[in-house]
């Protein structure tokens, strides 16, 4: 079945380390991927998406990700985190015809100072 | 600002009361969707409309109706209000051209109690 999986539920880093946060798919060819961020309280907010070409994206905020083929990853990264990226990560893919995203889990990401 | 307007933003509702969630966008997006969002367990899709005119169920439907009103406008019905429908609800809006889905934007939600 055609799926997201973020494998980590919670993670905490320390303020200015850092930071991966793991998206894996399951399909037969490359989809369209994204990454959301939620603040507590908040609505999801679009960081960054991979369509096609460079595997390497860059988004909002710092953050980038990179598009494995081989591993079916699309895992963010952000070198130093900061103690206001502590929130929820979403990890989303459309992968079928048609329009709907198939979002994660969701990691939390908890700063500690 | 451009983007997606839910309301209202909290309700309290008894069970068996009825509600409508609204929802609009301005960016001329021909997708919607609603969400329904749980601890521990993500987003969840309970009905879109991939264009004007269309509505389809998602991953959990029962006890919720829709309506797309216009190209703008995506409510959300709640018939008979029960405990387990306690949840953050998201409206969202995307482009589909073609094949595949270009991201949603999202609303900033409707906290919805029921006791």
């Known amino acids: 079945a055609q799926s997201v999986t973020q494998p980590d539920i919670h993670i905490t880093v320390s303020e200015g380390a850092s930071l991966e946060l793991r998206c894996n798919y399951s399909?037969?060819?490359?989809?369209?991927l994204f990454w959301y961020v939620q603040s507590p309280g908040q609505g999801l907010q679009l960081l960054l998406k991979?369509?096609?070409?460079?595997?390497l994206v860059q988004g909002i905020k710092g953050f980038e990700a990179e598009f494995k083929r081989s591993q079916s990853s699309f895992n963010l990264r952000k070198p130093s985190v900061h103690w206001s990226d502590a929130a929820e990560y979403f990890c989303a893919a459309n992968m079928e015809y048609g329009n709907k995203l198939v979002f994660g889990a969701g990691t939390i990401l908890r700063v500690k100072s | 600002n451009a983007g997606v307007t839910q309301t209202p933003k909290f309700q309290v509702l008894k069970t068996g009361q009825s509600m409508t969630l609204q929802c609009a966008q301005d960016?001329?997006?021909?997708?919607m969707y609603w969400y329904r969002q749980d601890p521990g367990m993500g987003l969840r899709l309970i009905y879109y409309?991939?264009?004007?005119?269309?509505?389809d169920k998602g991953e959990v439907p029962n006890g919720y109706n829709v309506s797309r009103l216009n190209k703008r406008e995506f409510s959300l019905r709640l018939e008979s209000a029960a405990p387990s429908q306690t949840s953050v609800y998201f409206c969202?809006?995307?482009?589909?051209?073609?094949?595949?889905?270009?991201?949603?934007?999202f609303g900033s939600g409707t906290r919805l109690t029921v006791v």
């Open positions: 409309s991939a264009s004007e005119g269309t509505t």
């Open positions: 960016m001329n997006h021909n997708s």
């Open positions: 399909y037969g060819a490359t989809p369209y």
């Open positions: 991979y369509f096609s070409g460079d595997t």
């Open positions: 969202a809006s995307s482009v589909r051209t073609g094949d595949f889905n270009y991201g949603y934007t």
